[in-house]
């Protein structure tokens, strides 16, 4: 897919993001999605903007892969992971093994739980908190360690939760939006991705999203939906301003503490990688989690798993109908931070 998007600032007057979308070369609408004193709730330009129906070979696998994930769910639960299964030695004699991603969201607010990630096999994926004290050499040393980095947006959240300074509100007006995003992207640098930190307000309103996806695009980083709430409309403001979006699979350790509930996430993480040829799941950096995780990533290879970084995402993404795509789907649906 090949689409333009051109982001235009006015000067005192304010900011006017104006959002071009061209498919297979044809200029077939634009959106204001930010006006100074609208912000976020720029509803009347929303709402006008054409619905675009992206026919494209990618959004078929999409469809496939949530389709097979979905059977993945439907029957029943998925396999019980005994603990000395974390323990086998054997190695797979396995080809082409599936992939696994493991995304570590909150990292940076201390410096000895990234110590501690460090420690576990990898490759992983860390993604840090831009506001983070010494954000930028924590992330240096994660990529030097062969890790891969991300940044972990903080986005407005249902409810009272505090996603943290500067985090992109729904209220805002659209030159605050943009000082607020742009703060937060250049915080540190080497990230390859952005994944949202809570945002179960922020990502089901779809003008928002279409900035932080066009800004994202801009900067050649692609964007993974943390799915903090089953509304979310992320993928289809991808779609409409031709980013580039994954979403995770599952969440390890949304039970905190929950040490069996975590062995269940980690045996779905399998099934799916098994079905589809790979699985995203995202875990934090909490003490279960930890001495959970630790045994299960070294295993993994002998159980006939490859643990990849999320830079392997768009690469995968490109493979056969069950090898590609994104899911978004929460689990459970009723989880919103």
Known sequence: MTFTILTKRAGA?????????????????????????????????????????????????????????????????????????????????????????????????????????????????????????????????????????????????????????????????????????EWNLDRFDGYVAVNNHMGSRLTTDEAAMMTVLGNLKERGVFFVDSVTTGDTIVERAGRRVAATVFARDVFLDAVEGDRASMIKQLGLVEDIARATGYAVAIAHPRKTTLETIGPWLASAPARGFELAPISALPGLALGDDAQAGALALADPPALRF
Do not use: C, W
Request: proline share 8%; aromatic share 4%.
């Open 13 to 181: 007057a304010g900011l006017i993001a104006s959002l071009v979308i061209a498919v297979l070369g044809v200029v077939v609408g634009a959106l204001s999605a930010y006006v100074s004193k609208q912000g976020a709730a720029a509803r009347a330009a929303r709402e006008s903007a054409f619905l675009l129906e992206l026919r494209d070979p990618a959004l078929a696998r999409l469809e496939r892969r949530k389709e097979i994930i979905q059977s993945v769910f439907a029957n029943g639960p998925p396999q019980r992971l005994a603990p000395s299964a974390f323990l086998s030695e054997e190695l797979s004699p396995t080809l082409n093994k599936p992939k696994i991603i493991i995304i570590f969201d909150d990292m940076g607010l201390e410096k000895t739980l990234v110590d501690k990630v460090l420690d576990l096999p990898g490759p992983l994926t860390l993604s840090f908190l831009p506001y983070a004290t010494q954000v930028g050499a924590l992330a240096r040393r994660a990529e030097e360690d062969g890790n891969d980095v991300m940044l972990h947006l903080p986005m407005e959240p249902q409810g009272a939760d505090d996603p943290g300074p500067n985090a992109l509100l729904s209220d805002m007006t659209g030159s605050a939006f943009i000082r607020a995003l």
